[in-house]
């Protein structure tokens, strides 16, 4: 229910134990019987989320591969649960369940593909800060979300773009010339075009160590 919550509205500062407590029909008290403060259950949400981290049950065939289930496993938890982008920026967690999924799985994931173990440590922290920072630019720009077309989605592109091209011409002529292109830089294929850049790089420079 808490991670309902903060999803729904993706903001982890209005939930509270009252609030909680009222969806649930308990009584505050009945609730801090189970979870001692609101930073317990910001702890437990964080467990399920990272606990539950979801990667294809196939092996990956090549780095390559496994760099991009890695990559998009991360974008997939963190647009399912919005609020992990705030939990994972402001908390730490040591249960097993967390970092068994979160951690454990994608690094084997990695080193199982061929990637030697302090490049995949490398691999891991950049792929996890990379989903962190593009879920946050995206989550407030649901224009971008192109995974889900619409007709609502179209027209706030087209209002986005607008926005860009009616800009002072004179002040602005890069903006205004690229209105259509700005447009996509929170889309999903702005995504695959920076995990894609990094895969080429992770992989020239395993080819060249060996």
């Given at each position: 229910m808490?991670?309902?919550?903060?999803?729904?509205?993706?903001?982890l500062d209005k939930l509270t134990v009252r609030r909680l407590?009222?969806?649930?029909?308990?009584?505050a008290m009945t609730l801090y019987s189970y979870f001692r403060s609101r930073d317990e259950i910001l702890d437990g949400m964080a467990d399920h989320v990272l606990g539950r981290m979801r990667l294809p049950a196939e092996p990956a065939a090549s780095p390559a591969e496994a760099i991009r289930q890695v990559g998009y496993g991360f974008l997939e938890m963190m647009r399912d649960h919005p609020t992990v982008v705030r939990l994972l920026?402001?908390?730490?967690?040591?249960s097993h369940t967390a970092l068994h999924g979160a951690m454990e799985g994608p690094i084997g994931r990695l080193v199982a593909a061929g990637?030697?173990?302090p490049a995949a440590v490398r691999c891991y922290g950049f792929l996890i800060t990379y989903a962190i920072g593009f879920a946050s630019y995206?989550?407030?720009?649901?224009?971008?979300?192109?995974?889900?077309?619409?007709a609502e989605t179209e027209?706030?592109?087209?209002?986005?773009s607008h926005v860009y091209s009616?800009?002072?011409?004179?002040?602005?002529?890069?903006?205004?010339?690229?209105?259509?292109?700005?447009?996509?830089?929170?889309?999903?294929?702005?995504?695959?075009?920076?995990?894609?850049?990094?895969?080429?790089?992770?992989v020239r420079e395993l080819d060249a160590a060996d």
């Amino acid at each position: 229910m808490a991670l309902s919550l903060s999803d729904a509205e993706a903001d982890l500062d209005k939930l509270t134990v009252r609030r909680l407590a009222a969806e649930l029909g308990v009584g505050a008290m009945t609730l801090y019987s189970y979870f001692r403060s609101r930073d317990e259950i910001l702890d437990g949400m964080a467990d399920h989320v990272l606990g539950r981290m979801r990667l294809p049950a196939e092996p990956a065939a090549s780095p390559a591969e496994a760099i991009r289930q890695v990559g998009y496993g991360f974008l997939e938890m963190m647009r399912d649960h919005p609020t992990v982008v705030r939990l994972l920026a402001t908390r730490i967690t040591d249960s097993h369940t967390a970092l068994h999924g979160a951690m454990e799985g994608p690094i084997g994931r990695l080193v199982a593909a061929g990637v030697p173990g302090p490049a995949a440590v490398r691999c891991y922290g950049f792929l996890i800060t990379y989903a962190i920072g593009f879920a946050s630019y995206q989550v407030p720009r649901p224009w971008g979300h192109t995974s889900r077309d619409s007709a609502e989605t179209e027209e706030q592109r087209r209002q986005r773009s607008h926005v860009y091209s009616a800009l002072p011409i004179d002040r602005f002529p890069r903006l205004v010339e690229l209105a259509d292109e700005l447009v996509c830089l929170p889309s999903d294929e702005q995504f695959a075009f920076g995990l894609d850049a990094f895969v080429a790089t992770v992989v020239r420079e395993l080819d060249a160590a060996d």
